[in-house]
């Protein structure tokens, strides 16, 4: 059974850090690619990070290019965001998803094939 379910959002300030967590089954680890997405109030739905379960490579969006990092850990089954230097504009509601391939990753308000509950991010002074 596929199953998401991220955790380790909250409140910071500009240029604070957080980290997300997205439990997943083992069966999404296997046959699926996984990444991060993020929506906040009002705005379009915005693929963030994702990882190619062909060849494991990892790719961001620019936004989020430099101060984001995806990792994974199999034998945890888990998906980490670690994210730094946020910033205001990094407000919104994160979900790990997961979906056939990158292919589509970015396309402005893409449909994943499958995505947790979200957890919220809050960034402001």
């Known amino acids: 059974q596929l199953q998401l379910v991220e955790s380790g959002g909250g409140s910071v300030q500009p240029g604070g850090s957080l980290r997300l967590s997205c439990a997943a089954s083992a069966f999404t680890l296997d046959y699926y690619t996984i990444g991060w997405f993020r929506q906040a109030p009002g705005k379009e739905r915005e693929g963030i990070a994702c990882i190619n379960n062909s060849d494991r490579s990892t790719n961001y969006a620019d936004s989020v290019k430099g101060r984001f990092t995806m990792s994974r850990n199999n034998a945890r089954r888990t998906l980490y965001l670690q994210m730094n230097n946020l910033k205001p504009e990094d407000t919104a509601t994160y979900y790990c998803?997961?979906?056939?391939?990158?292919?589509?990753?970015?396309?402005?308000?893409?449909?994943?094939?499958?995505w947790g509950p979200g957890t919220q991010v809050a960034v402001s002074s």
């Open positions: 998803a997961a979906d056939p391939s990158c292919q589509h990753w970015y396309k402005p308000n893409h449909e994943y094939n499958y």
